[in-house]
């Protein structure tokens, strides 16, 4: 097992040790008002071709601590198929903050990490891979209401290994 794993592990753990406690120190202190605080969120993905199909499902969940910040949690369901070449399916989770800088822009941080499951057709004579690839994403967009619109990037990108073809990418946000 490699040391950048074990470390990404160590961290992930870590943060979501945090965020369970901080959710149950303000849970007890006033439980009435724990769940209205929650807001949730995510994404669903649908994408087809001549002989491909792709289709995400990525649920989420915020807690607003002030009008102003917020850290949840996602998970991160795919599949891709290319008939005659390869399937793939990808699980994963993510921690993910938002900050208002101003209620017009909203600055985010996303840890995501994944597991990428690859199976090539038997003809082709390549290679099945099964790995884990991480993603910290920075981002900035602009925000109306529940939505948000705008720009993340990658800083682990690794473009041999990571499921996006380009660090940079735009994203749209909702959250009710």
């Not at 990490?113 to 891979?129: A, F």
């Not at 994403?137 to 290994?161: C, M, P």
């Not at 990571?162 to 946000?173: E, N, Q, V």
Request: hydrophobic residues 45%.
């Amino acid at each position: 097992m490699n040391l950048f794993f074990l470390i990404n592990k160590k961290a992930a753990v870590s943060l979501v040790i945090i965020l369970f406690c901080a959710f149950n120190l303000n849970a007890q202190e006033t439980k009435s008002n724990f769940w209205k605080n929650v807001r949730y969120g995510g994404g669903i993905g649908l994408s087809f071709g001549d002989g491909f199909f792709s289709g995400t499902i990525a649920p989420s969940a915020i807690y607003q601590f002030e009008n102003d910040f917020a850290l949840g949690l996602g998970l991160n369901a795919t599949f891709n198929n290319q008939k005659n070449v390869y399937k793939s399916t990808i699980l994963g989770g993510s921690l993910i903050g938002l900050f208002n800088v101003i209620p017009e822009l909203q600055l985010s941080a996303e840890f995501e990490q994944l597991n990428v499951d690859r199976r090539y057709d038997v003809n082709l004579n390549i290679e099945d891979y099964n790995y884990w690839v991480p993603a910290l994403f920075i981002g900035a967009g602009y925000r109306s209401g529940n939505v948000t619109f705008g720009l993340r990037y990658d800083v682990l990108y690794d473009d041999e290994k990571s499921i996006y073809t380009t660090p940079l990418a735009p994203f749209m946000r909702f959250y009710f």
